[in-house]
């Protein structure tokens, strides 16, 4: 199996097999992100995709869940991604989840039409960046993405049938605009409806935009308390829809996962728990590791 350079999935596609299919992030300017830094946006051959996945076959006898990478591989012309589903279904029929990462505007960008083909060869899940649905920090971190592109964006998706898990960054607005960004993403999640949703503590990439930022202090970064009262207030206020929440990304002050709203009372007693007990809340600034 062929990798270049550093590679990243989401924490809930550990038991995943990756299949690298673009190399780096067509956007590659988001403030807080260093993760295809190094690389220049490019498309893997097609024969070399192809011999990856057949590579696939002859080390394991069962593979039921693949994973594209690098950034957004929803940028890849319908008909290119297409002919790769197709030599995953036919290599591994007994996969059942294809999943990869997808800009909301790569999502936008494609017709209902193609969303359905892609879907129909067998794309299952996409995972989407919002990181927050407040239009001014947006601007701020550089995510050239607007509150009404996402809307756009994950109609598109709801209409032909793929789901989508987006992330989303407690902390992200900085100390003053705490406030600001949470009322604003849970609004807009609210609208979203996405089927899985990943919210994680702002962590500083070193060497990033954000983190000169942070070193200059343009960005003031968030209290501990913040983040757990943003995480209060996005599950006290989500509301109208079903979705699987994946609070346990290591940097969450309480990791914890499940579905909500089932969830939303056990969730929000060990948030105010935490809040009234855990010594972090006095500290100026959260620990975090970089990714
Ligand atoms: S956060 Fe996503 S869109 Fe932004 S630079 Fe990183 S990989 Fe690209």
Not at 5 to 19: D, F, H, Q, T, V
Not at 96 to 115: F, Q, T
Not at 128 to 157: H, N, W
Not at 180 to 190: M, P, V
Request: overall charge negative; glycine content about 6%; some cysteine.
């Amino acid at each position: 199996m062929y990798y270049e350079g550093k590679i990243y999935r989401p924490w809930p596609e550990a038991n995943s097999l990756l299949i690298q299919t673009t190399i780096g992030c067509t956007h590659n300017r988001c403030t807080f992100c260093d993760m295809f830094r190094e690389k220049k946006f490019r498309i893997r051959e097609l024969d070399d995709i192809f011999k990856d996945i057949e590579e696939a076959r002859g080390i394991s006898p069962r593979i039921e869940s693949i994973f594209l990478i690098d950034g957004n591989v929803l940028a890849l012309k319908t008909e290119f991604l297409v002919r790769i589903l197709e030599k995953i279904t036919t290599t591994l029929p007994e996969c059942s989840k294809i999943s990869l990462y997808a800009g909301l505007n790569d999502l936008r960008r494609k017709s209902v039409h193609e969303l359905k083909e892609l879907k129909a060869a067998g794309v299952t899940m996409a995972y989407t960046g919002l990181e927050s649905g407040d239009s001014e920090t947006l601007l701020r971190i550089k995510k050239g993405l607007t509150p009404r592109q996402a809307e756009e964006g994950m109609a598109k998706a709801k209409a032909a049938g793929i789901e989508v898990l987006i992330s989303i960054i407690f902390g992200i607005g900085g100390r003053e605009r705490s406030r600001e960004h949470i009322l604003k993403t849970t609004d807009l999640l609210n609208i979203l409806q996405p089927e899985e949703l990943a919210p994680m503590a702002l962590a500083i990439q070193p060497g990033t935009e954000l983190d000169r930022e942070v070193r200059s202090g343009d960005f003031i970064l968030s209290t501990p308390l913040q983040i757990l009262e943003e995480e209060k207030y996005l599950l006290e206020n989500l509301s109208g829809f079903t979705t699987y929440y994946w609070g346990d990304h290591g940097n969450n002050v309480v990791p914890m996962k499940g579905w909500l709203p089932d969830s939303r009372e056990k969730f929000l007693a060990n948030i105010n728990k935490a809040i009234s007990t855990n010594p972090i809340c006095k500290e100026e600034v959260l620990r975090t590791f970089s990714w």
